[in-house]
């Protein structure tokens, strides 16, 4: 029964368990509730990746409907990685939310938050999994709003705007991915993501076709904050509660990344979109341009939590140059790079939300002196810090490994140099906030308030996610083999319907 | 000429996709932005519903003496895309009253110059 209908659950859990978690009322309870549903979640997400590697495809019927009819749920080596991820940050960022919200969320809010979250969790694990065009909108329109709530949901007024201008930016974004999957369902009548593959016929309608692409294109972009559609995103990460900054910067732009990928690599085909169109040429532009102009913006702000938001918007550069290379190393080096920066980011914006819990402001210069007064929590920064940089021992060194591997297979020299050179920013922005917290006193004025360790609720999940960087940095097998595996599927299964026409005609 | 007159309803799309568009990009005031994110939506629904008809077929609906049906399911995912729509004017709305509250005005020009990291 349960292994039956194992693909459906990390949805379905997550959804039915949202509206309880309101009715709930009391702030703790809803806290334990939220984080036990996430963590059974996680569970199953383990379970559906052992599935996928070992077996293969899953293929789920939703209401007993079939494919192409029905809504088909698949579950397969790429998005069961990516939901592990998910679930698994969901699951801590829950664990650490409990003390982080109490000071950046009135009281009466706490429970909301929790039902944004579930709410938010379902819908990014309905992304994943759906395997119908369609229905990822609805499932992205789920997820969005629910961001969109919890971005508002912090004391300072200016996260109000924050969340309004990323309410706009989003809707477009996803009316564009609408309009897009209406033009498609237009000239092949379907909607199922597998079926489209087969009936996307481009000599017949390929103007249609080819809207709907760059439809699907630029909307997806929009979502995933890909330079310059990134506008949204700096001012919406820096105004947010911190936890929630935490869990949005690890997954809701990876899930978005994961779109893309699949809209590439699974419907339209990667002869197509990277041959015919010559779109892997505009994502490697935007890629590069993103990861250097951002990371510059990134180490002239003096609020953290922008400076790590820019970060985040050249991280997305280094996943979206990955694709753009066009082989399976690239695409590899981009689905462990969405693992990677889960868990880099993940714990930097934890440790930040930590700063802000004891000293009250995410300014550069609140950073003064941390280094002894909150050791822990720095050295969980540091160590992030140097995982987004790329130093060795770390899983930023695997990412940024693998990545130099793909250019270099390809003899781009000048792509493995700027995809180092951008690692050089990364150590003046990450570098500016070491200094103040290790070589810099705090002012004399300060002093009178006492600054110590955050509670260990918080301190606990960062740690795991720091030991985390630090495990799969040393023993690369997991990420590897699930990423590789799942890079090479999609490469196979783009070949595949692409041969069988070829044998029909 | 014909082309034009053949394919109006699209026209139709277009002029609406754009000028919702245009008012959310030029709006100043926030409710006057929701409107026009309200158009650029409707623009949508309307291009599914186009979709949907096929020439000569009639509604879908099982009867005697008809063969050929227009499309349902458009309709269906179109439903389902206007209910999304309504709850994204519905978080819309609630976030302006609440900028409202905070800031005392909803026109985009005057919190600007309020909160200037913004």
Redesign the interface.
Known sequence: MLEQHLAALPILLPLIAAPITLVLGRSSFSWAFATLISACACLFAWQLLALALTNGAISYEVGGWPPPWGIELRVDAANAFVLLAVSALSTLVLLYSKDSIEKEIEPSKHTLYYTAHLLCFAGLSGILLTGDA?NL??FL?ISS?AT??MV?LASD??C?????RY??MG??G??FI??GV?LL??STGT?NMLDLANRIDIAESGRTINTGLAFIMVGVSIKLALFPLHMWLP?AYTYAPSAVTAFLASTATKVAVYVMIRFIFTVFGLDHVFGSMGMDLILMVLAIVAIFKCSYKATVQSDVKTVLAYSSVAQIGYMILGISLVSATGLMAGLIHIFNHALMKGALFMAVGAVFYRVGSVDISAFRGLGKQMPLTMAAFTIAGLSIIGVPLTVGFVSKWYLVTAALEQNQWVLAALVLGGSLLAVIYIGRVLEAAYFQQRPESEKTIEIKEVPWLMLAPMWVLVLANIYFGVDTSLTTEAASSAAEWLFQNNEMPLGNQAGAE | MNFILDHYNYWIVVFLMMTG?YI?ITANN?VK?IVG?NV??TS?FI??IS?AKVSGGTAPIVTEGATLYSNPL?HV?IL??IV?GV??TA??LA??V??KR??GTVEENE?KKM?D??
Do not use: N
């Open positions: 369609f909108f609805v329109e709003l969109y709530t508002s007024r200016r109000l705007i924050a969340a309004f309410l706009v809707t477009i996803a009316t609408l309009i209406g369902y237009m909607l001012s | 568009f959310v926030l932005k994110l650029f939506q949508v291009l599914y979709e458009p995912l389902t895309a999304v709850a994204v978080v819309g976030l302006i609440r900028i905070a800031y919190f909160d990291a913004i």
